[in-house]
């Protein structure tokens, strides 16, 4: 390609923050711009953010990038799952921002029960308040709306509306509501009726390299003729990124939690993308928490996530640390699951608590790895990507204890990568075999322990495991 590649201002928008990038079609990040994203928790269990707020960080990112470089076309990966509500006339929010980390729908799950093995063989997920479906049950329930005017929507289909898209919803984040039917790629009626939810609510579902003309793109200092073309969930665009059209890919993303997914059309948990009228479809497994855990942990000992790494390098001692703070997500789905921390003595310290919140999230992708292998789906190289990538000591942790090869990512951005290239997809600057011809560069981390150390490691993770699902009469 030219040395006068065409720019694609790529915008990530996640749990924590909203970047905006200038990438080009080579691949290379030419500028970034990041704005912080709060996130308040008014009660046990409720997580939300502000629909404002985080559209202004839209603004803000894009602005700091578009005022230096000319951008051709717009792609856009947001965190999924998150569920608001606003007014289709006025546009404005008429919800918080309820996050996929939110549980206040866990009674409603419960009384949900009865429909659990219907609402997996349509959609494809297990019936949990992580997805979008009883969170917005909730806010119809709970929440006193005029109904009629409501539109309902994922954070993709929030900011492109305020583009001037109009009320759509890009088909993989869609499948993550718990609403679509994962092999026709439509609203199912029959979740719809499960939920309570009216079709009327919710956005047109639109193909992931859709080109969207907007009538606000001024807003984010571009004009109109830039097209809105690539529109993925975050976890989606960085599977994507690795070349995931690929059958054998499978990878990691780490971030608040970690989703690990693979293309497949055996049992699929999830629609990765639509592009060029074909629909994929992956496995998905989503464990809650990951980096939320090195956060909490942090914060307790008064030190940092980074420097909780060269801590754990001087544990002597394995403790353990089963993170289920809002229960347990792939392969346990255990809502009632407690955290606890095991195998303390007298000598424990700080050093042994910053390897076990570590190794908690080694252990649990493991047990994700396993839990693939009884479906017949077996994982020879895993990719990594996102903030835990660049941690050599969890990335050599993961290695020792799947007994995989871990190859991590150089470009840490790899979500905001993918929804570029599909941007360059859809507004007709690129094709598969370009993409194909961009070599992204990996660390790779081998097993370094024994199988039998292995095995030692993971029976005392596996107790601790079982510890934390015991159920309190």
């Not at 694609?8 to 030419?30: H, M, P, R, Y």
């Not at 970034?32 to 990112?61: C, H, L, M, Y």
């Not at 998905?284 to 942990?297: C, K, Q, R, Y």
């Not at 596996?462 to 309190?472: F, G, I």
């Amino acid at each position: 390609m030219e040395n006068n590649s065409p720019m694609i201002l790529a915008i990530d928008q996640g749990s924590g923050s909203t970047k905006a990038l200038a990438i080009n079609l080579k691949g290379e990040v030419l500028a970034q711009s990041e704005v912080k994203i709060a996130t308040s928790f008014p009660q046990p269990g409720w997580v939300e953010q502000d629909p404002e707020e985080i559209w202004q960080s839209v603004v803000t990112s894009s602005k700091e990038i578009t005022k230096s470089h000319r951008i051709s076309a717009v792609g856009l990966s947001v965190q999924r799952e998150s569920v608001l509500f606003w007014d289709r006339t006025t546009g404005k929010a008429l919800s918080k921002v309820i996050t996929w980390q939110d549980r206040r729908a866990s009674e409603l799950a419960e009384k949900q029960l009865k429909n659990a093995a219907k609402v997996k063989a349509i959609s494809g997920l297990e019936l949990d308040p992580m997805f979008s479906a009883l969170r917005a049950q909730w806010l119809l329930e709970n929440e006193n709306f005029n109904k009629s005017d409501i539109s309902i929507g994922t954070i993709d289909s929030w900011i492109a509306f305020k583009l001037g898209a109009g009320h759509i919803v890009e088909v993989g984040s869609a499948s993550r509501t718990q609403l679509l039917d994962i092999q026709s790629g439509n609203w199912s009626l029959e979740l719809l009726s499960i939920f309570g939810i009216s079709e009327a609510q919710l956005p047109r579902v639109c193909a992931s390299d859709e080109k969207h003309t907007c009538t606000n793109m001024q807003l984010l200092g571009l004009t109109n003729e830039v097209p809105l073309s690539g529109i993925m969930g975050d976890s989606h665009a960085a599977l994507f990124a690795h070349q995931g059209w690929k059958v054998g890919v499978f990878k990691a993303t780490f971030g608040t939690g970690t989703s690990l997914m693979g293309p497949t059309e055996t049992n699929p948990q999830t629609i990765a993308w639509s592009i060029d009228n074909k629909i994929t479809r992956a496995i998905e497994a989503n464990i809650l928490s990951t980096g939320s855990t090195l956060v909490w942990l942090a914060e307790l000992l008064g030190t940092t996530p980074d420097d909780l790494a060269k801590l754990a390098l001087k544990s002597t001692e394995q403790v353990e640390i089963v993170p289920a703070f809002n229960g347990l997500g792939a392969p346990w789905w255990d809502r009632e699951a407690t955290a606890v921390i095991s195998g303390l003595t007298r000598g424990s310290n700080r050093a042994d608590l910053a390897a076990a919140a570590l190794r908690s999230t080694a252990a649990q992708i493991n047990d994700v790895i396993e839990d693939f292998a009884k479906s017949n789906i077996e994982i020879n190289s895993l990719y990594a990507d996102g903030g835990g990538a660049r941690n050599e000591y969890l990335m050599q942790m993961l290695a020792d204890l799947s007994g995989k090869k871990i190859r991590s990512s150089q470009l840490l951005e790899l979500s905001a990568f993918g929804a570029a290239m599909v941007a360059a997809l859809g507004a007709g600057l690129a094709t598969i075999s370009d993409i194909e011809k961009i070599e992204l560069k990996y660390s790779d981390h081998t097993p370094a322990i024994l199988e039998s150390e292995r095995q030692i490691r993971l029976k005392t993770w596996r107790k601790a495991v079982h510890q934390s699902r015991l159920k309190m009469n």
